[in-house]
């Protein structure tokens, strides 16, 4: 069965970085991208960015730019997000979720809680 | 941007009762629009893909109808487990999307 498992919660001061993993099984890693969504307490859900498992290309939401970086490791089939200078409104859960073309996002990993706080 | 808006905010039914959610798209989406349900300290579970399609294992009380810019997710008769959080999202733009705001379905 298809399954994204996510690295655990993190609590990071201002300024700092932080690196989430989502850890997939169950299916062909590299015939699918892997998005990233975040919500921040009692809100919404915000599409973070994409990145293709196949070949690496990624496509950032345009408020993160310069901040964000996705990548990939096929020989783990292991997804990576890493946001850098962290402020206290990236406090958040964020998810991974599987991501065809065109199709919507039909697994999710169960969430990383990422605390900025000094 | 495509901006996704949900109303209302908040539907206060009872077990049993019909919900009706909509979504409105600032412009065409075609059909790539999909509902999601989250549950408190859940992530989120896909319900209905490309406007009207029920994802594997959903039950057939929840249908979804609609093109272009506006969209229904239905829910024929509440079930208490139905109680939760409902997001559109938008994937015209792919890889880009777009979640709309949200419904809370209450208990009344």
């Known amino acids: 069965q298809v399954q994204l498992v996510q690295s655990g919660a993190e609590v990071k001061k201002p300024g700092a970085s932080v690196k989430v993993s989502c850890k997939a099984s169950g299916y062909t890693f590299t015939s699918y991208g892997i998005s990233w969504v975040r919500q921040a307490p009692g809100q919404g859900l915000e599409w973070m960015g994409w990145i293709s498992a196949y070949n690496g290309n990624t496509n950032y939401a345009q408020k993160l730019q310069g901040r964000v970086t996705m990548t990939t490791d096929t020989s783990t089939s292991t997804a990576y997000m890493e946001l850098r200078s962290l402020r206290s409104d990236d406090t958040a859960v964020y998810y991974c979720?599987?991501?065809?073309?065109?199709?919507?996002?039909?697994?999710w990993g169960q969430g990383t809680l990422v605390t900025v706080s000094s | 941007e495509i901006v996704l808006t949900q109303s209302p905010a908040t539907l206060s039914l009872s077990p049993g009762e019909r919900a009706t959610l909509s979504c409105r798209a600032s412009?065409?989406?075609?059909?790539?629009l999909a509902w999601y349900q989250q549950k408190p300290g859940q992530a989120p579970r896909l319900l209905i893909y490309?406007?009207?399609n029920r994802a594997t294992g959903i039950p057939a009380r929840f249908s979804g109808s609609g093109s272009g810019t506006d969209f229904t997710l239905t829910i024929s008769s509440l079930e208490p487990e139905d109680f939760a959080v409902y997001y559109c999202?938008?994937?015209?733009?792919?890889?880009?999307?777009?979640f709309g705001g949200g419904t809370k379905v209450e208990i009344k």
């Open positions: 412009q065409s989406v075609s059909s790539y």
């Open positions: 979720a599987r991501d065809g073309d065109y199709a919507p996002n039909d697994y």
């Open positions: 999202q938008q994937r015209s733009n792919w890889p880009q999307c777009t």
């Open positions: 490309d406007a009207s």
